[in-house]
């Protein structure tokens, strides 16, 4: 049911048993050829613990070309989807995870539509 990048790879337990939960604990370390580094920092990586409190940025780089992790991929991807769609969220990072008090970014997607609301409520 729950899958751990990078040690879990594909997006399915099995065939026809999927994932339903990506748990992230572990630090993703590959070489820039694509290759595994565990235990030890990668030229690409990805480690939760970097950011220490504080919000990622938008926009994380992609994994390497060679790298065939297709979870570590798909939970890049979604970090960068979500950053991406919510209004102000450069000015937020940067801040440290304070909400800009004015935002003239307008939401890209429904969910973020619903982000925007929440935080001018605030």
């Not at 990048?5 to 594909?10: A, C, F, L, N, S």
């Not at 065939?68 to 937020?92: H, M, S």
Request: glycine share 8%.
């Amino acid at each position: 049911m729950m899958a751990q990048p990078p040690w879990d790879t594909k997006m399915e337990m099995s065939p026809t048993k999927p994932f339903y939960i990506l748990h992230y604990t572990y630090g993703m370390d590959y070489t820039k050829e694509g290759v595994f580094t565990p235990g030890k920092y990668g030229e690409w990586r990805f480690d939760k613990r970097t950011w220490g409190g504080k919000p990622i940025t938008r926009n994380l780089g992609a994994p390497p070309a060679g790298m065939k992790n297709d979870l570590v991929r798909a939970l890049i991807d979604a970090f960068n989807e979500a950053t991406d769609a919510i209004p102000c969220w450069t000015e937020y990072a940067e801040a440290g995870g304070v909400v800009p008090k004015e935002c003239k970014e307008a939401p890209k997607h429904y969910l973020a539509e619903e982000a925007a609301a929440k935080a001018k409520a605030l």
